[in-house]
């Protein structure tokens, strides 16, 4: 997507901007450039500011590539609530500024808020949002850059079907704006060597530049002041489902867990914790606010320079640093490869000796499978929206080498579940995993009995998400 479409009319000098911002990956006020562009593009002549999450992909431009195996009709429960407080803190926010949120979702059945099925076309989001580009004639859209090949789809066929709007990108949700490398590296070991080489972004004194939170904030159309179907409605959530959710969305959420954590010990053992398979302070947990931008990388490794300055620098706190080249990598690598991270045969040339067994993925997806460890992340991921890095690696080895599954239907599962979903990361670590992605090694196979044994000795990950099966 380019950063900026010329064609611009000669009386768009004279009219007042329309700007339109739509949210996706970037859902905070703090560090989002992407905000700030819009601003002062429609503050420029006093125009008018249009703040909204569409959930477009879901509807019948048939965003969704026809090479990804597997489409799930209901977003998972936790993740459903963690982009609606997501949503809702962003709204929050944006009233101080004095705007609003509008959001634009399908026509859900009565039984989830987030459904993607029974979808009407001619209330579908993508219709919807049409409808207010050409009745508030739109003059500027603003978006964060992506790596998500259907979201960008999305942006391509508003760009085709209005060619004489100017678009605007910013980069909101990497380290680097452009690819840091000459080239994508075939390999995260090479790409981690170059980016060290010639970046020092790590080891300095200076805090990473970022976007200024911005004190005000134009207003949206007088028309769509009192359009209460397009404004923001939190969703009302079962108290008792609540209680499972350690994670609470919302960029409000993210700056608390931030400070509590760099407050805390845990960064100066990081290296030696970040393979437990339940512990909260084990492991950063910062990935859920980062996959739906909540959080700022920049106000993050900023903090990691803090803790690394004030209290202490050492293989710990490097591997934090390491942790987010990984995410940056997969960016990149999702750029690169396009359509291509869906393949069954991923950037390879050679298709996996797997195929698709209802029955056997029924038994992974419910934790019923005869591996206990297995079985007990399951039950975790479904209750929670969320399991330990070290737990993606045992049930996606399982799926891949165990079962003889499609390595797809796993990566769209946890899709479909993770709170901290982010379409790089989960389809280039599952492509990694089933030996058809960025691995010289090939596919890795973990020893279940061994992994049970190093991370789970006395069973009591296995006891408490109700791993072992019944005799």
């Not at 949120?101 to 919807?128: G, I, M, N, W």
């Not at 990935?287 to 920049?298: K, Q, T, V």
């Not at 020893?447 to 099966?469: A, C, M, V, Y």
Request: aromatic share 12%; hydrophobic share 35%; charged share 20%.
């Amino acid at each position: 997507m380019s950063n900026h479409q010329s064609g611009n009319t000669s009386n768009k000098s004279v009219n007042k901007k329309a700007v339109l911002v739509l949210f996706h990956n970037d859902l905070r006020i703090e560090d989002n450039e992407t905000l700030v562009k819009a601003a002062t593009l429609a503050e420029s002549n006093q125009g008018s500011l249009m703040l909204i999450y569409a959930d477009f992909l879901a509807d019948s431009i048939e965003s969704k590539d026809s090479s990804q195996a597997y489409h799930f009709n209901e977003m998972g429960a936790a993740r459903q609530q963690f982009l609606s407080e997501s949503l809702s803190d962003l709204d929050q926010s944006l009233q101080r500024l004095g705007n609003r949120l509008l959001c634009l979702l399908p026509s859900y059945s009565s039984k989830s808020h987030f459904s993607r099925d029974k979808v009407e076309p001619a209330s579908s989001p993508f219709t919807q949002l049409c409808k207010l580009i050409e009745q508030q004639q739109v003059t500027d859209i603003c978006v964060s850059h992506t790596a998500d090949y259907n979201q960008n789809k999305g942006y391509a066929a508003l760009q085709g079907k209005y060619p004489q709007i100017i678009w605007h990108g910013q980069s909101t949700h990497t380290l680097f704006a452009d690819l840091p490398t000459q080239d994508l590296p075939k390999s995260f070991t090479q790409f981690r060597k170059k980016v060290e080489a010639s970046h020092n972004l790590l080891n300095t004194y200076r805090d990473v530049a970022f976007s200024p939170t911005p004190k005000s904030l134009p207003p949206m159309p007088d028309a769509l002041i009192d359009r209460s179907n397009y404004l923001f409605k939190a969703r009302a959530f079962d108290e008792q489902a609540q209680q499972v959710f350690n994670f609470k969305g919302g960029e409000t959420n993210a700056m608390f867990h931030l400070t509590t954590y760099f407050d805390s010990a845990a960064p100066r053992t990081y290296k030696t914790t970040r393979n437990a398979l339940d512990e909260w302070t084990h492991s950063t947990k910062f990935s859920p606010w980062l996959a739906n931008g909540c959080l700022s990388i920049n106000t993050l490794l900023n903090r990691l320079r803090h803790y690394e300055r004030e209290v202490i620098a050492n293989e710990s706190t490097y591997w934090i640093w390491f942790e987010l080249l990984w995410r940056e990598y997969f960016y990149w690598y999702a750029i690169e490869h396009g359509r291509n991270l869906f393949l069954f045969k991923g950037i390879g040339h050679q298709s996996p000796d797997t195929r698709f067994d209802v029955q056997r993925l029924q038994q992974w997806q419910d934790g019923t499978t005869p591996y206990p460890i297995v079985n007990a992340c399951m039950n975790q991921l479904k209750q929670t929206g969320y399991m330990s890095n070290r737990g993606r690696q045992i049930v996606a080895s399982c799926f891949i080498h165990e079962l003889g599954l499609d390595w797809r239907y796993g990566a769209t599962y946890f899709e479909q579940h993770l709170i901290d979903y982010d379409v790089a990361s989960n389809w280039g670590n599952w492509q990694y995993l089933a030996g058809v992605g960025a691995d010289p090694r090939g596919c890795r196979q973990f020893n279940l009995s061994k992994q049970t044994e190093q991370h789970d000795p006395n069973g009591e990950f296995i006891d408490k998400w109700q791993g072992r099966r019944a005799s």
